[in-house]
């Protein structure tokens, strides 16, 4: 039997070796695709043709993909105001020196966004101003970029994902506001794959805080699927 395929979309900023680990566990082979947090309209996707059995993607894709994929047991973050529940929040970082105090300060300044397909990164910024707020926005391809960008004076702000965010050095970066809750990022599989198989990820899915210690990566343990959580529009 063919072993199963894994591919991500969220590392970096969700660490490589939490979806290496997944993957260890099922079995299965794994591929990494950084350019974008999961594919939406107009993008290759691989999960109609079979090229893929399980995905890592940001919420976007799932609402997108739902009538091809289905919902897996979903990552708990270990941040405390998750409360136990897949959700994650967007921060909005600014330098620690810079005088911004609120969102709205900065109008006319500049943007870092991750990729346009994030949650955390673009939609979220997209529901409160647009970007014409911004004088200019800059595709920096990753949170962790992003956040070097505004470190470095690149860019004035970004809305960074928490789990991220959670395992930087960030004193000389400042949080203005924190977005959210967001569902998390979701772990979705091919609704035409076996039931059997699906069911036999879903455990190990289910149990993997039993095998592996999760905290390094920033979660405790996966629960069951909330589909409630993915209901209102996110695009």
Known sequence: MKPLHVISYLAPSIPADFFRAIAADLEATI????????????????????????????????RWLRHKVELLPLPVPADARAKGRPVYFGEVIVRA??????????RGHTWAFNDRNSRSGWFSMLERAGEDFFSRVIHS????????????????????DSNTLLRQDTRDL????????FAIQPAIVRADLDQSVKNRVAYALLT?????????????RFVPPEEELYARSLL
Not at 99 to 106: A, C, S, T
């Open 141 to 160: 391809g990753s949170h962790l970029r992003s956040i070097d960008l505004v470190r470095q004076g690149g860019a004035d702000a970004a809305s960074i």
């Open 31 to 62: 591929e990494f695709n950084e350019a974008i947090s999961g594919p939406l309209m107009g993008d290759e996707e691989p999960f109609s043709s079979g090229r893929a059995d399980v995905g890592f993607v940001c919420s976007p894709t799932y």
């Open 97 to 106: 020196s810079s005088p911004f105090r609120r969102f709205e300060d900065l």
């Open 174 to 181: 400042r949080v203005i506001e924190s977005w959210g809750p």
């Open 208 to 220: 993997l805080h039993e095998r592996q210690p999760l905290e390094p990566f920033g979660f405790t």
